[in-house]
């Protein structure tokens, strides 16, 4: 089983509103990722987590905030959010973050982010 | 200019059609992935390359590696509707040893005409 799964598909939502995406996995993984993907290009990592604990942070702004809250867990809180972070969002796991040990990361469907 | 170009940017493939997209990367590529995405949905996972002059092959999908060229290559026989998407290549392009990302390609995306 090679499943990521994101909730909700799809999220609409002021910019003074507080929402979370959340994203689980049940492989045993402990390595996480957010990734953000505007239309038309490439996805970009946002936040990596490591058992854990926060490994990599893009310097993404703070009003996206990750949360991992056990091994199977990831969550990006948002809050103040801009127009232009309409995108879709991207959770990723992979068995360990070493990519030199060519491990393989596996993504979830996504949650379309509209806001307005 | 990006770090892992592909090309073409789109291309436009009339069924049963044989077709092919690359990868280049302007750093030494210690390893490649190859991804598929249909429009608006996650990535799924194509296969990944190890080595250079490795070649995988999936169902009607090939890919091949050339690690001197810094180069990966994705080759589709007897195309089908299915196989229309966006396809991206990935590699670890930071080797900084738990500052490790993968870095995506600029993408593909593939028409198939009935």
């Known amino acids: 089983d090679t499943e990521v799964t994101q909730t909700p598909k799809h999220l609409v939502m002021g910019m003074t509103n507080k929402k979370s995406l959340k994203c689980e996995q049940h492989m045993g993984h402990r390595a996480m990722y957010w990734y953000k993907q505007k239309a038309k290009k490439p996805p970009e990592l946002m936040f990596v987590?490591?058992?854990?604990?926060?490994?990599i942070n893009e310097s993404v702004p703070s009003r996206f905030s990750p949360e991992c809250p056990n091994s199977s867990l990831l969550n990006l809180h948002l809050h103040a959010l801009q127009p232009e972070d309409s995108a879709l969002y991207l959770c990723?796991?992979?068995?360990?973050?070493?990519?030199?040990?060519?491990?393989?990361?596996?993504f979830g469907p996504g949650t379309r982010l509209l806001v307005l | 200019s990006q770090e892992l170009e592909q090309s073409p940017q789109s291309l436009i493939v009339q069924e049963g059609k044989n077709l092919t997209i690359n990868c280049t990367s302007s750093k030494t590529l210690y390893g490649l992935y190859w991804y598929k995405q249909k429009y608006g949905e996650g990535l799924i996972f194509l296969m990944m390359?190890?080595?250079?002059?490795e070649e995988k092959s999936h169902e009607k999908i090939t890919a091949k590696l050339d690690e001197k060229k810094q180069q990966s290559s994705l080759h589709i026989t007897a195309s089908q509707p299915s196989h229309a998407g966006i396809y991206l290549c990935?590699?670890?392009?930071?080797?900084?040893?738990?500052?490790?990302?993968?870095?995506f390609g600029t993408g593909t995306r593939l028409t198939i005409i009935p």
């Open positions: 987590y490591s058992y854990e604990k926060l490994s």
């Open positions: 990723a796991s992979s068995q360990d973050q070493v990519l030199a040990n060519q491990e393989t990361q596996y």
């Open positions: 390359l190890q080595k250079g002059g």
């Open positions: 990935a590699a670890p392009l930071i080797r900084n040893f738990g500052n490790e990302k993968l870095t």
